[in-house]
């Protein structure tokens, strides 16, 4: 509630990313685009840190509870100058709502092995998602979360997520998979084990005489067999790189 998301996006990338919905991407056959995500109001993040107990002393400019300050590190790998980028804006905003956030920055190797040990307060981490919402199984699943060399790097555990991923894994089809891969959508979602801020819009370019069919955005190649080119026309070798026969 504390992150204008769609600003920070928009900082960085203008107009070639776009805000995340969950561990999903809109490219999987399984995503939603209805999943309710929660959405930017400072006032109600204020308010919702006061209820919890998380007040703003006067003449202070961080929230404390019992004495403790409202702190906490967030763990960056120094060779990704959009996260680094983005880490700055996100400490700036959480900042005006009183929460101090200190920069942990690191070098690649380092990053990982800290990653892997589970060794930081907060970690901002990217991930590539396969096409198959399978892969959500080796960073959320109680199992993974259970697993020293797992991939749920923040433990997160929901039985509910993993029995409905489990079910829509299991469907037989899209139609049976869909109210299964929404639920587990929905319940990671409402949980927060992670905020997440973006994903990258990806540009499949190619001359404007090839003639492709059956593109899908998971694997481009899928139906090359069947691209054409117009009898009679060449591509230009130097300005492409791939070459498909005519026919």
């Known amino acids: 509630m504390g992150l204008d998301r769609g600003k920070l996006v928009r900082s960085l990338f203008d107009s070639l990313a776009v805000v995340s919905t969950g561990p999903m991407t809109r490219a999987q ?3 939603d685009s209805t999943i309710a995500t929660i959405g930017y109001d400072s006032a109600g993040a204020a308010r919702l840190l006061d209820s919890l107990g998380w007040t703003l002393p006067a003449g202070k400019t961080v929230r404390e509870r019992r004495g403790q300050p409202l702190k906490f590190a967030v763990l960056v790998p120094s060779i990704s100058p959009n996260r680094m980028a983005l880490i700055v ?4 905003s959480l900042r005006k709502l009183g929460v101090q956030v200190t920069v942990d920055a690191v070098d ?16 901002f981490h990217g991930m590539h ?7 959500l199984r080796a960073s959320w699943t109680v199992a993974s979360a259970r697993d020293a060399n797992g991939l749920n790097f923040g433990n997160y555990e929901n039985p509910r997520f993993d029995a409905h991923l489990d079910s829509a894994l299991a469907a037989r089809d899209l139609a049976s998979a869909r109210p299964h891969a929404k639920e587990a959508f929905e319940t990671i979602v409402a949980d927060v084990p992670a905020v997440w801020l973006y994903e990258t819009r990806t540009a499949t ?10 593109l899908v955005s998971t694997a481009w190649w899928a139906g090359i067999a069947d691209w054409s080119i117009p009898p009679g026309e060449r591509l230009p070798r130097d300005r492409v790189g791939l070459r498909v026969a005519s026919r």
């Open 29 to 31: 056959p399984l995503a």
């Open 129 to 135: 998602a396969e096409p198959s919402v399978s892969g």
């Open 89 to 92: 804006a996100i400490q700036e």
């Open 108 to 123: 690649g190797n380092t990053f990982l092995g800290r990653l892997a040990a589970r060794d930081f307060d907060v970690v």
């Open 205 to 214: 370019l190619m001359h404007k005489r090839i003639r492709p069919v059956h």
